[in-house]
């Protein structure tokens, strides 16, 4: 157990819509990422958030945003929804920044029918 | 930016006997570098990290092998197990870009014989 939360665990809905995937970090981390895993593209960086403010942009769609709040838990929101959206979002954490190991959550399996 | 590839996408091994999983990465400023393991339906595990300042760490069973001069990193595994049986991932990192940009190659599927 890495200490990194995400719900909900499984989601599926219909093209064109918009759905929301939480994370919960780990205790005293404040940089939360969110990466995109699918099968013909690998583990995609998307966005960095530090201490509430976006840190780094990655191959994020513009149909995609993410925040972080003041409790340093984030969400991402997918909306607009495509099929080829369909694939696993996971949520990481580390202390801070670039050289601090990053953990990640046991992922969201977002499918789009 | 940074690419990184992995040399070989399915390695296969006899249980008892070591692993070795390559990795290239193209961006000289790089120097952060990660393995990690990820079994089917887990979110990615850390297994152990080296600086660019080191050149050999060693863990339990693992040792991560960096050759900066020609770009290329090692995951060694001794005695592999059928628990190590997963895909593992090479990710490298620098402050090109700004902020904390984990690029991954596409992985390795490790499988253990028994």
């Known amino acids: 157990d890495s200490g990194v939360t995400q719900t909900p665990k499984h989601l599926i809905t219909a093209t064109g819509q918009r759905v929301t995937l939480r994370c919960s970090p780990r205790?005293?981390?404040?940089?939360v990422y969110w990466y995109q895993q699918s099968l013909d593209q690998g583990l995609q960086f998307l966005i960095q958030?530090?201490?509430?403010?976006?840190?780094a942009k990655g191959n994020i769609l513009e149909r995609f945003s993410a925040q972080q709040f003041p409790d340093l838990h984030s969400e991402l929101n997918l909306s607009s929804l495509e099929l080829g959206d369909s694939a696993l979002y996971f949520c990481?954490?580390?202390?801070?920044?670039?050289?601090?190991?990053?953990?990640f959550g046991p992922g969201t399996r977002l499918t789009v029918l | 930016g940074e690419s990184v590839g992995l040399h070989l996408p399915t390695l296969s091994v006899q249980e008892g006997d070591n692993s070795i999983i390559n990795c290239a990465y193209s961006?000289?400023?790089?120097?952060?570098f990660i393995w990690y393991k990820q079994e089917s339906g887990k979110g990615p595990q850390f297994i152990i990290d080296?600086?660019?300042?080191?050149d050999k760490r060693q863990g339990q069973r693992v040792t991560v092998l960096l050759n900066k001069t020609v770009k290329h990193l090692s995951l060694q595994i001794a005695a592999t197990q059928p628990g190590d049986s997963a895909v593992y991932f090479c990710?490298?990192?620098?402050?090109f870009g700004g902020g904390n940009k984990l690029t991954f190659g596409t992985g390795t599927q490790l499988k253990v014989e028994l």
């Open positions: 990481a954490s580390s202390l801070q920044g670039y050289t601090d190991t990053q953990y």
């Open positions: 961006n000289s400023a790089s120097d952060y």
């Open positions: 990710a490298v990192s620098g402050l």
């Open positions: 205790s005293g981390d404040l940089s």
């Open positions: 958030y530090y201490n509430g403010e976006e840190r």
């Open positions: 080296i600086r660019s300042n080191m």
